[in-house]
C-alpha cells in the first residue's frame, strides 16, 4: 500500500493528532531521534534489561500489541542516532498510552532515556511519549505484509490450531 507523505489518506485527529492508518502491515511507526552523546552504553545496558524482563516474564510486553519492534543506531556524519521501528496492533495514541503505563508498571528504565527530549515524565505522562514519538516519526510511504490486516492474536491462534491439528494427526497413527 502506497501511503501519503503526511502518513494518513484523510486527515481525521484522534486524542492527540491525526490517525495514521491500518495498513496491511497493521499500524505502526518508525522514530528517529539523536543520541545523546555519551548516552550509547545505556541503549546496550537497557536492552539487556529488556531481554531479561522478557526472559522472566514473556509477557511483559503484552500490552503493547507488537508483531516486531526493532531498535537501530547508526552514525550520521559523527553525531549517533537510534531508529525505533514498531508494527502493532493498536493505533498510535494507544500503542504510546500503552508503553507509558508498561514503564510505570514495571519500573523498566525506558531505553529512550538515552534520546535528545525524551520526556523526564514520561512513566505517568502517556501524551509526552506520544509527543516525543509524533515529533520524531518519520512515516512510511509503502508497506507490504505477507500476512495483511492479521492481527497477533489471530496468528497466535492459527499457530496453536496448527500445534492441535498435528497432535491429533500424531494420535492417528
Known amino acids: 500500500m502506497a501511503i501519503p507523505k503526511e502518513g494518513y489518506f484523510k486527515r481525521e485527529d484522534g486524542r492527540y493528532g491525526p490517525i495514521f492508518p491500518k495498513t496491511p502491515a497493521c499500524y505502526g511507526f518508525s522514530v528517529i531521534a539523536k543520541v545523546i552523546p555519551g548516552r550509547e552504553e545505556h541503549l546496550y545496558k537497557q536492552a539487556k534489561v529488556m531481554e531479561k524482563a522478557i526472559a522472566d516474564d514473556p509477557s511483559t ?6 508483531h516486531y519492534l526493532r531498535w537501530v543506531i547508526f552514525t550520521i556524519k559523527g553525531e549517533n542516532y537510534l531508529m ?62 505477507e500476512h495483511p490486516y492479521v492481527s497477533c492474536d489471530e496468528i497466535k491462534k492459527a499457530l496453536n490450531l496448527k500445534t492441535a491439528f498435528s497432535t491429533a494427526l500424531d494420535q492417528m497413527q
Open 84 to 145: 525505533y521501528q514498531g508494527i502493532f496492533d493498536t493505533d498510535f495514541d494507544k500503542y504510546s498510552e500503552d508503553a507509558s503505563f508498561l514503564f510505570g508498571k514495571t519500573g523498566i528504565e525506558a531505553i529512550f532515556e538515552a534520546l535528545e527530549g525524551w520526556p523526564a515524565d514520561y512513566a505517568s505522562n502517556p501524551s509526552s511519549i506520544v509527543k516525543f514519538f509524533r515529533e520524531h516519526q518519520w512515516p512510511s510511504f509503502l508497506e507490504y505484509s
Open 61 to 66: 510486553l503484552a500490552i503493547l500489541k507488537a
